[in-house]
């Protein structure tokens, strides 16, 4: 399975757009790109996924590069909430859903 | 719908005794797995079930076992708790459907905080 890169914090002014970087170079074919965050100690949430093409849903937008070997994931109006952890994660069809998580970026949101 | 159901939400034990982490979900989901997550660290995969009766190993299966006889529990057993799996256990689960890329998402459970002293 393709590992991802994040790194490890930003910082966003509330109200502005968040956009959180994730490299995933060794991507293949089959691979879904998938985003969950983790506010505090909480069971991680899902916000949105991809294969190919830019995806947008109520609660963030995720663009794919044309090589498929980054993505990022665009929170358009962050919120003081939107302060959490995220992860990016690279997800192969054929292992039944496996998910791998790695240390993922630390999103601070301030007033 | 309740979703994912862990019990309990936090649990004290002692070096070498055992105890079943509970998970349910009531989403009809063939999909359940177990993570834990360390201070400061993404989650890691002990272990997972395609179905009932059909269970495997993740990443860090020692020390711990599962099973899977109905499509709604997975518990997570420690036979001989240890200090080192003093961590916060969550539980998922997600449809297995046949189509690519549709409601293929882990859903998650609150969590359960271990401290093994």
């Known amino acids: 399975d393709a590992k991802t890169t994040q790194p490890p914090s930003m910082d966003c002014a509330e109200g502005r757009a968040a956009n959180l970087p994730c490299n995933h170079s060794t991507i293949s074919g089959n691979e879904y790109v998938y985003w969950y965050r983790q506010i505090h100690s909480q069971g991680p949430q899902y916000i949105i996924h991809?294969?190919?093409n830019n995806e947008t849903n109520e609660m963030a937008s995720l663009i794919i590069t044309e090589d498929r070997k980054s993505s990022t994931l665009i929170l358009p109006h962050a919120t003081l909430r939107d302060t959490a952890v995220y992860y990016c994660?690279?997800?192969?069809?054929?292992?039944?859903?496996?998910?791998?998580f790695g240390s993922g970026t630390k999103l601070n949101v301030k007033p | 719908n309740a979703g994912v159901t862990q019990t309990p939400k936090f649990q004290v034990l002692k070096t070498g005794q055992s105890m079943t982490l509970q998970c349910a979900q009531d989403?009809?989901?063939?999909?359940m797995s177990w993570y834990r997550q360390d201070p400061g660290m993404g989650l890691r995969l002990i272990h997972y079930s395609v179905g009932a009766g059909i269970t495997d190993q993740g990443e860090v299966p020692n020390g711990y076992n599962v099973s899977r006889s109905t499509t709604e529990d997975f518990p997570l057993r420690l036979l001989s708790a240890a200090p080192s799996q003093t961590s916060v256990y969550f539980c998922a689960s997600s449809p297995m459907h046949r189509v690519r890329g549709t409601n293929e998402k882990l859903f998650f459970g609150s969590g359960t905080q271990l401290s093994v002293l």
């Open positions: 991809g294969l190919k």
């Open positions: 989403m009809n989901h063939e999909y």
């Open positions: 994660i690279v997800r192969v069809e054929s292992n039944f859903n496996k998910f791998y």
